[in-house]
């Protein structure tokens, strides 16, 4: 059995406290414990009461947050047209129209329950003197739907934003850990759908990579990386500046062919990631500008390269408007695969309740000699992608809110986005839509 002992004080030291992402990206609730209030023993009857086993007096302190949020969805899969008259067997069951064209079509419409980034984290300091202390964090994602259909979530713990370090008032902070990369740090906010179906990553990002390594997902530029070092600068007058750098623990050697054991000939490879995000963020305004290298992710490839510029702004603090700028450049073994993108929002407040929400990304068509597909985007005409998500949401108090928003996925007949976090696999030049209803409860 697991008793505690807390001090007299106790209800005030569990009382809420508040905090908002500068970007006012979404209000995070976090119930506030010391480490020396908690003390915690497995014991056999209810009458044992252990002395403290953790006690690091008032120097320490201990954090305990999360967001629990599933949304119903209606999912319209779409139908399209095989370019050339031609059939992949990946791209759905063939069937003729009318004309005698090849169309596919994928799973039919159905309504579906999806966890949407439910998560649970630990976070806490311990001082070391007046300017330094000992930092930690262990995050990890909550399957709050239990699964189901061709999905079925992993649970694994710290596979979110988790590290230790040491933080100076004056100098910053330092840590190490798996952790949201600058890059995607710089404008994560921007994106008030960030953490649901319709979030903006199946275009500015090429993706999303919630738990990633230059291996599992060589394609993302909105990613959480392993193996991660972080610098982050003080505020100074607004001013911030994240940098990030992955080592090369993926590194190997050439390899040989051996036909006897079927093992093909693979170059060497040397993957590693450096990550910046510069920003201005002061009153109603936040400017920012990001970059990040991925050498050798593609095998036999180069240096791939996103670059953005951002901007948001609040207007008499009830309506915002951000947008973004990017460009992703990638180089493959075979020649070079780019696109421009763009990404436009839009949060209008009616009360202090209830809010009205926008989100429109726009992915040029992609150009390059290279032939491969990598991650959505491959060279060619007709591959340029949309997706918008509009919707409204209702704040009933500080932990529980309603929302319910429409996402729609436009793709040319040679592009095949998705919707980044709870996907479709649609064949090419699908253009899926959800209709969601959404509960999120944080603390």
């Known amino acids: 059995m697991i008793l505690t002992r807390l001090p007299a004080d106790w209800r005030s030291r569990l009382a809420p ?41 008032d120097a320490a302190s201990l954090e305990i947050y999360g967001r629990v ?9 779409g139908t399209t047209y095989i370019p050339d008259n031609t059939f992949s067997p990946n791209q759905g069951n063939p069937v003729l129209d009318d004309n005698g064209r090849f169309i596919s079509t994928n799973t039919p419409s159905h309504f579906r329950l999806r966890n949407q980034r439910s998560v649970i984290g630990f976070r806490g300091d311990v001082k070391i003197n007046d300017d330094l202390k000992a930092v930690w964090q262990i995050e990890s994602s909550a399957a709050a739907d239990g699964g189901g259909g061709l999905h079925v979530p992993v649970q694994t713990w710290a596979n979110r934003d988790s590290g230790v370090g040491i933080e100076s008032q004056t100098f910053g902070r330092i840590i190490f850990g798996s952790w949201q990369t600058p890059y995607t740090h710089a404008t994560f906010g ?33 990613r959480r990386e392993h193996n991660l070092i972080q610098y982050w600068s003080p505020d100074i007058n607004g001013f911030k500046m994240r940098l990030g750098f992955e080592v090369n623990e993926f590194k190997t050697g050439q390899q040989n062919a051996n036909p006897a054991l079927n093992i093909a000939a693979a170059p060497a490879q040397n993957p590693y990631m450096v990550s910046l995000e510069t920003t201005y963020d002061k009153g109603p305004l936040n400017v920012t500008f990001a970059s990040e290298a991925h050498h050798q992710y593609q095998v036999g490839g180069g240096t791939d390269l996103g670059v953005k510029f951002g901007a948001a702004y609040w207007f008499h603090n009830t309506t915002r408007l951000a947008g973004i700028v990017q460009r992703l450049h990638y180089k493959a073994a075979d020649g070079d695969l780019a696109q421009n993108q763009y990404y436009l929002s839009l949060i209008h407040k009616f009360t202090a309740q209830d ?26 005409p007709e591959s340029a992608s949309k997706i918008l998500t509009i919707g409204v949401e209702h704040q009933f108090n500080k932990y529980f809110a309603l929302l319910t928003y429409w996402s729609k996925t436009f793709n040319q007949a040679n592009a095949f986005m998705d919707f980044p976090i709870n996907d479709t696999a649609p064949a090419m030049g699908t253009s899926p839509s959800v209709f969601a209803l959404l509960g999120r409860f944080s603390f």
């Open 69 to 77: 949020q599933v949304g119903l969805e209606y999912l319209h899969t």
């Open 190 to 222: 921007y994106d008030p759908y960030y953490t649901t179906t319709g979030a903006y990553m199946g275009i500015m990002g090429n993706g999303s990579g919630a738990s990633s390594d230059p291996i599992s997902d060589p394609a993302t530029f909105d």
């Open 355 to 380: 809010q009205f929400k926008l989100g429109y990304a726009v992915g040029s068509q992609v150009s390059g000699s290279s032939k491969q597909i990598i991650g959505y985007l491959r060279a060619g």
């Open 17 to 57: 406290e508040t905090s908002k992402d500068p970007r006012n990206h979404g209000t995070e609730t976090i119930l506030k414990r010391e480490l020396a209030t908690i003390l915690v023993l497995a014991s056999g009857t209810t009458a044992a009461i252990a002395e403290p086993k953790i006690n690091f007096g």
